[in-house]
């Protein structure tokens, strides 16, 4: 079992819509998780960071934990075509990474 | 303005040779790390120092070699000995010591051994 486990997708969702991307670890002493956006070819860029259980919303992005479950997701409301990337769950006690989900957003 | 800087952004090598990646940061962090990326495998550790003149081991060390002399700039050598180079090579620091905390990432340097 991956340490840090996501679809890889790619996910496609209307604009407007709202795009789940979800993240499970297994380490049950992870304590932050983190979310990025990586555009093609670029570095990633940090979007949400979440270290307590229930949710945490910023802006169009809301990160929701479930330390019991031991999954992460990561809400997009009124998705752009602009939010089309690469999104990587990062659980950060051993820094370790997921593949990432690829989300495309059409027009 | 503060950040990290990678360099070369691109680099093409020959089989057998010795490469150096540069990374620099003007942030004041304790830690920095390396990353690489191959297509669909996320990122994985390669090295990371949490201290001038101490590094350790990440997942993938094999074939690469670090340094640390100075808290800004942190290195990453790709020797002959790694058999699968060509990657996206990523750079990231933070300010802890510990490794919690958000991570800044340079731009990238885009390895191709030809």
């Known amino acids: 079992q991956k340490e840090v486990e996501q679809n890889s997708g790619p996910l496609s969702v209307p604009e407007g819509a709202i795009a789940s991307l979800n993240c499970t670890y297994s380490?049950?002493?992870?304590?932050?998780f983190f979310w990025y956006r990586q555009y093609s070819g670029k570095s990633p860029e940090l979007i949400m960071f979440?270290?307590?259980?229930g949710d945490k919303e910023d802006g169009r992005f809301t990160a929701q934990l479930n330390k019991a479950s031991q999954y992460v997701s990561l809400l997009i409301r009124d998705s752009q075509p602009s939010d089309s990337a690469t999104y990587l769950c990062?659980?950060?006690?051993?820094?370790?990474f997921g593949t990432g989900t690829r989300l495309l957003v059409s027009p | 303005d503060g950040g990290i800087t990678q360099s070369p952004k691109y680099l093409f090598r020959k089989e057998g040779q010795n490469v150096t990646l540069s990374c620099e940061q003007n942030?004041?962090?304790?830690?920095m790390y390396w990353y690489r990326q191959d297509p669909g495998q996320g990122l994985r550790l390669i090295y990371y120092?949490?201290?001038?003149?101490?590094?350790q081991k990440g997942d993938i060390a094999e074939g690469y070699s670090v340094s640390r002399e100075k808290k800004e700039s942190f290195p990453l050598t790709v020797t002959s000995a790694q058999k699968n180079p060509t990657a996206f090579y990523l750079c990231?620091?933070?300010?802890?010591?510990?490794?919690?905390?958000?991570?800044?990432f340079g731009e990238g340097s885009r390895l191709t051994v030809l």
């Open positions: 990231a620091s933070n300010g802890l010591a510990g490794v919690d905390g958000e991570l800044f």
């Open positions: 120092s949490q201290i001038v003149n101490d590094f």
């Open positions: 380490d049950r002493g992870s304590q932050s």
């Open positions: 942030l004041n962090h304790d830690a």
């Open positions: 990062a659980v950060n006690q051993k820094l370790v």
């Open positions: 979440i270290y307590s259980n």
